[in-house]
Protein backbone atom coordinates (compact mmCIF):
# COMPACT_ATOMS: atom_id res chain seq x y z
CA UNK A 1 0.00 0.00 0.00
CA UNK A 2 1.09 3.63 -0.88
CA UNK A 3 1.04 5.93 2.87
CA UNK A 4 0.50 9.00 1.08
CA UNK A 5 1.26 12.25 2.89
CA UNK A 6 -0.80 15.57 1.49
CA UNK A 7 1.59 18.46 4.05
CA UNK A 8 -0.49 21.56 4.32
CA UNK A 9 0.15 24.98 5.93
CA UNK A 10 -3.10 23.96 8.47
CA UNK A 11 -3.19 20.38 8.51
CA UNK A 12 -1.17 17.13 7.69
CA UNK A 13 -3.36 14.99 6.12
CA UNK A 14 -2.03 10.87 5.54
CA UNK A 15 -4.03 8.41 3.85
CA UNK A 16 -3.15 4.88 2.82
CA UNK A 17 -4.33 4.31 -1.04
CA UNK A 18 -4.43 0.59 -2.20
CA UNK A 19 -5.89 -1.61 -5.40
CA UNK A 20 -9.48 -2.75 -4.67
CA UNK A 21 -10.08 -6.53 -5.92
CA UNK A 22 -11.48 -4.30 -9.08
CA UNK A 23 -8.19 -2.82 -9.97
CA UNK A 24 -9.58 0.03 -8.76
CA UNK A 25 -7.64 2.53 -6.85
CA UNK A 26 -8.46 3.03 -2.93
CA UNK A 27 -8.50 5.17 -0.46
CA UNK A 28 -8.47 2.81 2.12
CA UNK A 29 -8.43 5.30 5.07
CA UNK A 30 -7.85 9.07 6.15
CA UNK A 31 -6.28 11.02 8.65
CA UNK A 32 -5.37 14.48 9.53
CA UNK A 33 -3.16 16.43 12.09
CA UNK A 34 -2.36 20.09 12.93
CA UNK A 35 0.41 21.30 10.67
CA UNK A 36 3.52 22.10 13.33
CA UNK A 37 7.24 21.61 11.69
CA UNK A 38 8.72 21.26 15.26
CA UNK A 39 6.86 17.76 15.42
CA UNK A 40 9.33 15.08 15.02
CA UNK A 41 8.95 11.50 13.39
CA UNK A 42 8.81 10.24 16.84
CA UNK A 43 5.56 11.98 17.47
CA UNK A 44 4.19 11.58 13.71
CA UNK A 45 5.03 7.75 14.31
CA UNK A 46 3.05 6.89 17.70
CA UNK A 47 -0.07 8.66 16.69
CA UNK A 48 0.13 7.21 13.19
CA UNK A 49 0.82 3.71 14.48
CA UNK A 50 -2.55 3.56 16.43
CA UNK A 51 -4.58 5.06 14.22
CA UNK A 52 -3.30 2.17 11.70
CA UNK A 53 -3.99 -0.28 14.22
CA UNK A 54 -7.61 0.97 14.94
CA UNK A 55 -8.27 0.81 11.30
CA UNK A 56 -6.64 -2.89 10.81
CA UNK A 57 -3.93 -2.03 8.99
CA UNK A 58 0.13 -2.61 10.15
CA UNK A 59 3.52 -0.51 9.34
CA UNK A 60 4.56 -3.27 7.68
CA UNK A 61 2.02 -3.34 4.78
CA UNK A 62 3.28 0.05 3.64
CA UNK A 63 5.33 -0.79 0.58
CA UNK A 64 5.75 2.78 -0.10
CA UNK A 65 5.70 7.07 0.78
CA UNK A 66 5.18 10.06 -0.97
CA UNK A 67 5.03 13.30 -0.25
CA UNK A 68 4.08 17.07 -1.41
CA UNK A 69 4.37 19.57 0.69
CA UNK A 70 4.30 23.71 1.02
CA UNK A 71 5.82 24.04 4.54
CA UNK A 72 9.67 23.25 3.81
CA UNK A 73 10.70 22.83 7.79
CA UNK A 74 8.09 20.07 8.31
CA UNK A 75 9.36 17.62 5.09
CA UNK A 76 12.67 16.36 7.58
CA UNK A 77 10.59 14.81 10.12
CA UNK A 78 8.29 13.33 7.20
CA UNK A 79 11.42 11.52 5.53
CA UNK A 80 12.69 10.35 8.87
CA UNK A 81 9.74 8.75 9.81
CA UNK A 82 9.29 7.14 6.19
CA UNK A 83 12.74 5.79 6.44
CA UNK A 84 12.84 5.08 10.58
CA UNK A 85 9.56 3.67 11.12
CA UNK A 86 8.40 2.06 7.38
CA UNK A 87 11.27 1.39 6.46
CA UNK A 88 11.04 3.49 2.89
CA UNK A 89 13.03 6.10 1.35
CA UNK A 90 10.47 9.29 0.90
CA UNK A 91 9.34 10.02 -2.55
CA UNK A 92 8.99 13.86 -3.15
CA UNK A 93 6.56 15.24 -4.94
CA UNK A 94 8.36 17.27 -8.23
CA UNK A 95 11.32 15.48 -7.28
CA UNK A 96 12.66 12.18 -9.20
CA UNK A 97 11.03 9.50 -10.01
CA UNK A 98 7.71 11.94 -9.06
CA UNK A 99 8.89 14.26 -11.35
CA UNK A 100 6.15 16.90 -12.83
CA UNK A 101 4.44 15.33 -15.75
CA UNK A 102 3.14 18.31 -17.50
CA UNK A 103 4.98 21.72 -18.74
CA UNK A 104 4.20 24.05 -16.15
CA UNK A 105 3.98 27.29 -18.48
CA UNK A 106 4.48 30.11 -15.81
CA UNK A 107 6.86 33.08 -14.94
CA UNK A 108 8.61 31.74 -12.29
CA UNK A 109 8.42 27.76 -12.43
CA UNK A 110 9.49 26.78 -9.74
CA UNK A 111 7.03 28.87 -7.30
CA UNK A 112 4.54 26.64 -8.15
CA UNK A 113 3.07 24.83 -4.74
CA UNK A 114 3.77 21.26 -5.14
CA UNK A 115 -0.02 20.90 -4.19
CA UNK A 116 -1.04 22.84 -6.84
CA UNK A 117 1.37 20.86 -9.10
CA UNK A 118 0.27 17.94 -8.12
CA UNK A 119 -3.93 18.20 -7.87
CA UNK A 120 -3.54 19.20 -11.84
CA UNK A 121 -2.08 16.18 -12.53
CA UNK A 122 -4.69 14.54 -10.75
CA UNK A 123 -7.45 16.64 -12.50
CA UNK A 124 -5.81 15.98 -15.93
CA UNK A 125 -5.86 12.31 -14.90
CA UNK A 126 -9.61 12.59 -14.13
CA UNK A 127 -11.06 14.66 -16.42
CA UNK A 128 -10.16 15.76 -19.95
CA UNK A 129 -10.11 19.40 -21.53
CA UNK A 130 -9.07 23.18 -20.18
CA UNK A 131 -9.59 23.13 -16.53
CA UNK A 132 -9.50 25.50 -13.38
CA UNK A 133 -8.92 23.41 -10.59
CA UNK A 134 -9.79 25.17 -7.38
CA UNK A 135 -8.25 24.47 -4.10
CA UNK A 136 -10.28 25.44 -0.64
CA UNK A 137 -7.68 25.65 1.75
CA UNK A 138 -6.04 28.03 4.20
CA UNK A 139 -5.60 29.78 0.96
CA UNK A 140 -8.28 29.54 -1.71
CA UNK A 141 -5.78 28.63 -5.13
CA UNK A 142 -7.90 29.02 -8.53
CA UNK A 143 -5.22 26.92 -11.14
CA UNK A 144 -5.68 26.95 -14.83
CA UNK A 145 -4.44 24.21 -17.00
CA UNK A 146 -4.97 23.61 -20.79
CA UNK A 147 -6.43 20.66 -22.38
CA UNK A 148 -2.72 18.95 -23.05
CA UNK A 149 -2.54 19.23 -19.15
CA UNK A 150 -0.29 22.24 -18.96
CA UNK A 151 -0.37 24.64 -16.21
CA UNK A 152 -0.91 27.89 -17.46
CA UNK A 153 -1.17 30.28 -14.24
CA UNK A 154 -3.96 31.20 -11.54
CA UNK A 155 -4.74 33.05 -8.93
CA UNK A 156 -4.11 33.09 -4.91
CA UNK A 157 -6.69 34.35 -2.64
CA UNK A 158 -7.54 34.33 1.38
CA UNK A 159 -9.23 31.38 2.40
CA UNK A 160 -12.47 31.63 3.81
CA UNK A 161 -11.47 30.67 7.51
CA UNK A 162 -8.10 32.96 6.95
CA UNK A 163 -10.86 36.00 5.85
CA UNK A 164 -12.60 35.33 8.62
CA UNK A 165 -10.21 35.06 11.44
CA UNK A 166 -8.76 38.41 10.17
CA UNK A 167 -12.04 40.16 10.08
CA UNK A 168 -13.08 38.90 14.16
CA UNK A 169 -8.86 40.06 14.99
CA UNK A 170 -9.75 43.87 13.34
CA UNK A 171 -13.07 44.04 14.89
CA UNK A 172 -13.10 44.14 18.99
CA UNK A 173 -16.70 43.88 18.97
CA UNK A 174 -17.85 41.01 15.91
CA UNK A 175 -17.66 37.36 17.48
CA UNK A 176 -16.79 34.61 16.21
CA UNK A 177 -18.82 32.55 13.92
CA UNK A 178 -18.70 29.01 12.30
CA UNK A 179 -18.17 28.64 8.42
CA UNK A 180 -21.69 27.25 6.99
CA UNK A 181 -24.78 28.70 5.02
CA UNK A 182 -26.88 31.60 6.11
CA UNK A 183 -30.14 30.26 8.25
CA UNK A 184 -32.33 33.36 6.56
CA UNK A 185 -32.90 33.49 2.44
CA UNK A 186 -32.48 37.12 2.40
CA UNK A 187 -28.67 38.81 1.88
CA UNK A 188 -29.66 41.46 4.30
CA UNK A 189 -29.15 40.67 7.81
CA UNK A 190 -31.01 41.88 10.32
CA UNK A 191 -28.80 41.33 13.22
CA UNK A 192 -25.02 41.34 13.70
CA UNK A 193 -24.51 37.51 13.53
CA UNK A 194 -26.76 37.18 10.30
CA UNK A 195 -24.83 40.09 8.25
CA UNK A 196 -21.48 38.84 9.13
CA UNK A 197 -22.93 34.80 7.93
CA UNK A 198 -24.26 36.61 4.59
CA UNK A 199 -20.80 38.47 4.31
CA UNK A 200 -18.73 35.98 4.60
CA UNK A 201 -20.58 32.93 2.90
CA UNK A 202 -21.94 34.57 0.06
CA UNK A 203 -19.22 37.12 -0.39
CA UNK A 204 -17.13 34.00 -0.95
CA UNK A 205 -19.07 32.16 -3.10
CA UNK A 206 -19.56 35.68 -4.98
CA UNK A 207 -15.87 35.87 -5.06
CA UNK A 208 -15.02 32.51 -6.51
CA UNK A 209 -18.18 32.80 -8.72
CA UNK A 210 -16.79 36.25 -10.32
CA UNK A 211 -13.29 34.92 -10.34
CA UNK A 212 -14.17 31.83 -12.34
CA UNK A 213 -16.12 33.95 -14.69
CA UNK A 214 -12.79 36.44 -15.61
CA UNK A 215 -10.63 33.45 -16.53
CA UNK A 216 -13.75 31.41 -18.73
CA UNK A 217 -13.40 35.11 -20.35
CA UNK A 218 -10.02 34.86 -20.76
CA UNK A 219 -9.30 31.13 -22.24
CA UNK A 220 -12.20 31.76 -24.83
CA UNK A 221 -13.14 28.01 -24.49
CA UNK A 222 -14.98 26.00 -22.30
CA UNK A 223 -13.62 25.15 -18.88
CA UNK A 224 -14.29 22.62 -16.55
CA UNK A 225 -14.15 23.48 -12.99
CA UNK A 226 -12.86 20.91 -10.65
CA UNK A 227 -13.10 21.77 -6.61
CA UNK A 228 -11.29 20.44 -3.72
CA UNK A 229 -10.99 20.96 -0.10
CA UNK A 230 -13.01 20.20 3.05
CA UNK A 231 -15.55 23.18 1.69
CA UNK A 232 -15.94 22.03 -1.36
CA UNK A 233 -18.97 20.65 -0.78
CA UNK A 234 -20.55 22.65 1.79
CA UNK A 235 -19.41 25.31 -1.39
CA UNK A 236 -21.49 23.19 -4.25
CA UNK A 237 -25.02 23.14 -2.54
CA UNK A 238 -25.51 27.12 -2.92
CA UNK A 239 -23.26 27.29 -6.69
CA UNK A 240 -23.61 26.06 -10.28
CA UNK A 241 -20.02 27.00 -10.90
CA UNK A 242 -18.42 23.45 -10.13
CA UNK A 243 -18.50 20.85 -12.56
CA UNK A 244 -17.10 18.08 -10.25
CA UNK A 245 -16.14 17.49 -6.82
CA UNK A 246 -13.21 15.90 -6.21
CA UNK A 247 -12.39 15.84 -2.30
CA UNK A 248 -9.13 13.91 -1.85
CA UNK A 249 -7.35 15.06 -5.47
CA UNK A 250 -4.25 15.74 -3.84
CA UNK A 251 -3.64 12.51 -2.65
CA UNK A 252 -5.02 10.98 -6.17
CA UNK A 253 -2.17 13.03 -7.44
CA UNK A 254 0.51 11.29 -5.23
CA UNK A 255 -1.14 8.30 -6.29
CA UNK A 256 -1.38 9.03 -10.03
CA UNK A 257 2.39 10.22 -9.95
CA UNK A 258 3.30 7.01 -8.04
CA UNK A 259 1.77 4.65 -10.83
CA UNK A 260 3.63 6.82 -13.88
CA UNK A 261 6.95 5.99 -12.50
CA UNK A 262 6.11 2.58 -11.99
CA UNK A 263 5.63 2.79 -7.94
CA UNK A 264 3.15 -0.03 -7.05
CA UNK A 265 0.12 1.35 -4.84
Known amino acids: MLLAIDAGNTNVVFALVARDSH ?85 EPQSLGADRAVNTVAAHALHAGDLITIDFGTATTLDLSDFSGAYKGGIIAPGINLSLDALVT ?69 TQVFDHIEPDLTIQGLAIMCERAHIPV
Do not use: C
Open 23 to 107: GARTIKARWRIATDPRRTADEYAVWLTQLLAIEGYDRSQVSAVAIATVVPRALHNLQVLSAKYFRVEALIAGKPPLDWTMAIDVA
Open 170 to 238: AAAKLPRIAIEAPQTATVIGRNTVDQMHIGIFWGYIAMIEGLVARMKAEVGRPVKVIATGGLATLFERH
